[in-house]
């Protein structure tokens, strides 16, 4: 098979190096342009072609993006007109406001627990995790799953699962993001650092907000059990740095517009707002805006 995966970040340079790891074919689209990418994985030094686009052969595209850049790499890559036979994964944190018009039919979302990082050209894989694979579009989770790009995606990053209800892996995903990044902006610490502040009825609050929203959008949730599962990742990566307050750091965009934004934005249109989401996504902007 044929990959393309977007971009240089730390999963999806993980999954390139992986995908080469088992013999795929495999070329990158950076975000800038260059002829080659150089990448180091556990000690092997690998060097991958870049795209050119339009596409014109089969290919599978992995796209592990920042939310904010979704947009801009479905029209760079044509999502919508990829060769007969392609298919689309996407991976990103958080959720957009037009996913249901956005995405194409045949997208994919493959959430995952897997910790990486990179230091220059290096690909840390930082924390095993699993992974969780299923069809974007409501109408499309019982379909069946595309038994090929799934054997090879388990064989590269195992163990993958097919969920037909991959919207509320999403909306887990999206929760204990919610319940950890921003305070971890606020406070400006580590992950474990959090324990020693007094977030716990803030968090739950947040947790109550996101679970009413999702019980609006036909998922079930509890809040206690999201704070629960939040304060285990917190302990489990007690010396990690959110991928938010490294984005503050550096100056960078964070995607809290797509977390706590999302959140308050979504609930409000609803007819019930979000206070407790609205004020962390405002904090957050504040801070990264100074």
């Not at 050209?121 to 699993?130: F, K």
């Not at 599962?229 to 307050?245: D, F, P, R």
Request: net charge neutral; hydrophobic share 45%.
């Amino acid at each position: 098979m044929h990959w393309l995966v977007v971009g240089t970040g730390a999963i999806g340079s993980l999954m390139a190096a992986n995908l080469r790891r088992i013999g795929e074919h495999v070329v990158i689209k950076p975000r800038h342009e260059q002829a080659t990418i150089q990448l180091l994985y556990n000690a092997h030094q690998l060097e991958f072609s870049t795209a050119e686009l339009p596409l014109t052969k089969p290919t599978q595209v992995f796209a592990a993006v920042k939310a904010y850049q979704v947009e801009a790499v479905l029209k760079q890559l044509n999502a919508a007109n990829l060769p007969v036979g392609s298919s689309l994964i996407v991976s990103y944190n958080g959720m957009l406001d037009n996913e249901a018009s956005l995405l194409p039919p045949n997208t994919l979302h493959w959430v995952t627990t897997h910790g990486a990082y990179r230091h220059d050209n290096e690909v840390i894989h930082a924390g095993m995790g699993e992974s969780w694979l299923g069809w974007a579009q409501v109408e499309h989770a019982s379909s069946a799953r595309p038994i090929e790009v799934f054997s090879v995606l388990n064989n590269a990053l195992p163990p993958l699962n097919w969920s037909p209800a991959i919207h509320q892996r999403r909306w887990i995903k999206l929760a204990i993001n919610c319940l950890i990044n921003p305070f971890t902006v606020i406070h400006n610490c580590r992950n474990g650092e959090l324990l020693s502040h007094d977030i716990s009825a803030l968090q739950l609050q947040t947790a109550q907000e996101i679970c009413w929203l999702a019980a609006y959008f036909g998922v079930q949730l509890g809040a206690e059990e999201l704070v629960a599962q939040a304060h285990h990742v917190i302990k489990s990566t007690a010396n990690n740095y959110s991928s938010m307050l490294m984005d503050v750091r550096l100056n960078r965009p964070t995607e809290v517009d797509y977390l706590n934004g999302f959140v308050a934005r979504q609930a409000k249109l609803a007819g019930h707002p979000a206070p407790t989401n609205e004020r962390l996504w405002q904090q957050v902007l504040n801070i990264a805006s100074n």
